[in-house]
């Protein structure tokens, strides 16, 4: 017997003898398992990380000093932008894929399942060490979670150190989920299942892949120049000794950008496997969203200096970043045009991962746009560092990344579980979420227009009424997640049996699992065949 034959046989062994309790979630190597172990962490993370924004917007809504130190209200910024990036976003997507990408390309599992149970188990230990900072004797890091030198060297706290061991660990268990999902597609796609027969979702996450193996690699160098400086007396970015501390948001940004769309590609690929489904409809363009999503990739590498139009770049850098800027915005564009093209004359109705997925494409479609006002070097002196900012990549991260989470959640759930959740509760769920975060959101575009800048706890009387309203809405979009809790508790331990077809006619859901079938078609009802 092979090496290769004897470990798919333990491998068999273990999914049929996997230990009960708790054993069974630490040792798990079934990919299911580890999608789910991922899916609660990361919604555990969007708790803590929304708990540090509530205390935040309590701050923020009456001018002056009412509940936090100034300090302190630094370090929860810090904290917050970590735990929501690394934390509740990215770890979300990878239990997407981990659940779903075997299934979707016919494969009986991951192609390194034990490295699979290792990617996630490292994670709670990097964000106990994070949030456990808040308890030294200096605090959490207070450097905000872009970490610009020198407040995250010259000037930093104590525990800068944990903060860089922890970013190690994120950097580490991402690359090994990313080469875990490239391994998985390239090899152990089912016979016939060529590239461009994916699913979307498959190609959107095989993209992302890619770009956090780029990218990765250089968040943990700056971070540990970072650490150098701050404790084993280098000159990196200390101008007294030679360095230069826009070096930093050089390489942070070229991390920083292609960041973003790591959290925003399987968000495109969740939208458009959802959108076909309740539209009756292939998906418009599929080659086209393929390319498209490249497109995004590839672009992505050479925007990162828009962050940087204010530190004094010379004009030919200016102009070049700004039009590469808004050159990405055409791939974005075409990936709208499918999805409304796909809508366009369907049979839809309006479940529950529709309503998230239609709120997706016209808030994701606001963030861009304030994103295509940012491009522009001369408007961008006005908005740099302030709330209009906040509220760009809020619109792109909050109503993009996070409602397609809920979407992929609400369409798959029946899936996972064998039981169909209180459609009720959802709809509550999805219209307190959208009313509550567009309150909470859409008011810093003026804000920041005024010219209140970000990150203070304090602010002049005239930012008042506004950030009374932001405040109230944050309170809402908060407690309205612990409807969604109440909704997935409910459906795993009591919800009615979900049917063979739950959504009536709308079959994207429904996988055969070794079939070379084209997935990114989606059988019709009867009923508008014809069409």
């Known amino acids: 017997m092979t090496t290769d034959t004897l470990e798919n046989t333990e491998h068999h062994e273990e999914h049929h003898a996997q230990p009960s309790g708790i054993k ?78 075997p299934m979707m390309i016919g494969a009986p599992d991951m192609a390194l399942p034990r490295m699979n149970n290792w990617s996630f188990w490292i994670l709670p230990f990097a964000f106990s060490i994070l949030i456990g900072s808040f308890f030294m004797e200096s605090g959490a890091p207070n450097f905000g979670w872009t970490f610009y030198a020198p407040l995250s060297t010259t000037y930093s706290n104590g525990s800068t150190a944990f903060f860089v061991f922890a970013v190690h660990i994120m950097g580490i268990s991402s690359i090994m989920g990313a080469i875990n999902v490239i391994v998985t597609i390239m090899n152990m796609r089912a016979p016939g299942m060529t590239y461009m027969k994916m699913p979307l979702f498959v190609w959107t996450f095989f993209i992302t892949a890619y770009l956090l193996i780029a990218v990765m690699p250089v968040l943990a160098g700056v971070v540990t120049m970072v650490l150098t400086d701050t404790y084993f007396g280098t000159s990196f970015f200390n101008a007294a ?35 076909p489904a309740f539209a009756r409809k292939k998906l418009f363009g599929y080659s086209s969203m393929v390319y498209a999503t490249a497109s995004i990739a590839l672009l992505s590498f050479i925007v990162w200096a828009h962050h940087m139009f204010t530190t004094g770049m010379p004009l030919f850098g200016e102009l070049f970043f700004m039009y590469c800027t808004m050159l990405i915005a055409v791939p974005t564009g075409v990936k709208v045009f499918n999805w409304v093209a796909t809508m366009w004359r369907g049979s839809m109705s309006f479940e529950i991962p529709m309503l998230f997925s239609i709120a997706f494409v016209i808030l994701f479609t606001i963030g861009g746009f304030s994103g295509l006002m940012l491009a522009l070097t001369p408007v961008d002196f006005q908005y740099h560092d302030t709330y209009f900012v906040v509220a760009h990549f809020h619109y792109v991260l909050v109503t993009g990344s996070l409602f397609s989470i809920f979407a992929g959640t609400y369409y798959w759930l029946p899936k996972w579980t064998g039981h169909m959740y209180n459609q009720t509760l959802a709809q509550w769920h999805f219209w307190c979420s959208i009313i509550s975060v567009n309150l909470l959101f859409f008011p810093m575009h003026f804000l920041g227009l005024a010219g209140m800048p970000r990150r203070i706890p304090d602010y002049a009387l005239q930012f008042a009424d506004f950030n009374k309203w932001v405040s109230i809405g ?58």
């Open 474 to 531: 944050g309170f809402a979009f908060g407690l309205s997640q612990l409807l969604f809790l109440a909704v997935v508790i409910k459906c795993i331990r009591s919800g009615e049996k979900a049917a063979d077809k739950p959504w009536d006619g709308a079959e994207g859901l429904e996988w055969t699992v070794a079939s070379p079938a084209p997935y990114h078609t989606f059988s019709t009802p009867p009923a508008i065949k014809d069409e």
């Open 241 to 275: 000794g030679g360095g230069d501390p826009v070096m930093f948001q050089h390489i942070f940004w070229f991390f920083g950008h292609p960041e973003v769309y790591i959290m925003i590609l399987p968000a495109f690929g969740i939208v458009s496997t959802i959108i």
């Open 24 to 101: 069974r979630w630490l040792y798990t190597t079934n990919h299911k398992d580890i999608g789910t172990l991922y899916l609660w962490f990361s919604f555990i993370m969007l708790l803590v990380g929304g708990g540090l924004a509530m205390i935040i917007r309590a701050e923020l809504f009456q001018p002056g000093l009412q509940i936090v130190e100034p300090d302190f209200f630094n370090q929860l910024t810090t904290t917050h932008g970590l735990i929501m990036v690394f934390g509740a976003i990215m770890p979300a997507f990878t239990g997407f894929a981990n659940w779903m990408i």
